[in-house]
């Protein structure tokens, strides 16, 4: 019951505070001038946004912090480690997006941080991540992250037998490349109203499950009759971990009340850099990083867009596959409804997220 509480307490209350306080943070961005700036040669359905409030992702990450700290202390409970390196990921990435987001408030113009600048602080932040992932061992030995490559679990690829030196920075490299893969397609998401948003919550919600599951089965429970030793999972503070993503997704549907089409308020990269960031580090602390391939199919599928669209263009000098990239521009030139696209992009996401669960849930039942 103590668990079913603050996972439930973690929601609501992260819930509540963006649900109701938005309207006073809409009020304070517009007075500070943090207006949207819409590129010049997107769809021109768009420009009729110029000026809606945007660094909303300020706002879900207040309140998921509010959610989470809050739901631990009513429960008599201690944040964890692995939280606390999610939180740490997610207030960097948020912290990178909100210097773009400034930038281009002040500049009055749709281009923030220069690309390689923008990288450079994503690199930063998934590389002290990544050094800090392999501390903090617990009574078990057990870290938040380590060396080997993980699907649904552990697999038997480990950066290590390359040696010390050579195994630690091919790790450091893995983690920032899922890093800034996962963050950047979440931002290139970012097109739409509520499309990064609802498809966040799908994503992030698929490790309330994934978190609570491995609660259950950890191996140092492998004395209780339900746990089978083949199939237990040696990770650190999984509970916990599902605790916080609870109160991220809570976050994100008080948000997404405001940001659903036509949006009242943008997360801007402030918070689109951050939920990509989060995204990370849940795969990562909880062994699942090759998983995030499904569980994020919707970021993937739309950085893919992008990717395949400027490759075909420098091909074939100057054709393009889709009328414009990201996808989710294509359709609206093709004269989808914004919010039809939305949904149904939703549907895909949820689809993928679904197979994405259903993999974890196989690869146990298998093992």
Known sequence: MVIVRA????????LAFTLFLTPAFIRLFTKLGWGQFIRDDGPQSHHVKRGTPTMGGIIFILGSMFGYFLAN???QD???TS???VIVMMLGMGVVGFVDDLL????????GLGGWAKIAGQLVVATVF???????PNGRGVTPANTKISFTRDLPLNFLVLGTVAGIILYIIWICVITLGTSNGVNVTDGLDGLAGGASILAIGSYVVIGFWQSNQLCHNVRSVMVDPARCYLVRDPLDVAIL???????LVGFLWWNTNPAKIYMGDTGSLALGGALAAFAIVTHTQLLLLLIGGLFVIETGSVIVQRAYFRVTHGKRIFLMSPIHHHFELKGWAEVTIVVRFWIIAGMLVAA????FYLEWLQT
Do not use: D, E, H
């Open 245 to 251: 993503a609870t109160a991220i997704v809570g976050g």
């Open 78 to 80: 201690v944040p964890s």
């Open 83 to 85: 939280s606390a390196l």
């Open 104 to 111: 281009k408030t002040r500049r009055k113009q749709s281009l």
């Open 130 to 136: 990544a050094l800090l992932a392999l501390q903090f």
């Open 73 to 75: 202390a009513l429960t």
């Open 7 to 14: 996972l439930l307490l973690a929601g609501a209350l992260s």
């Open 356 to 359: 994405g669960i259903g993999s």
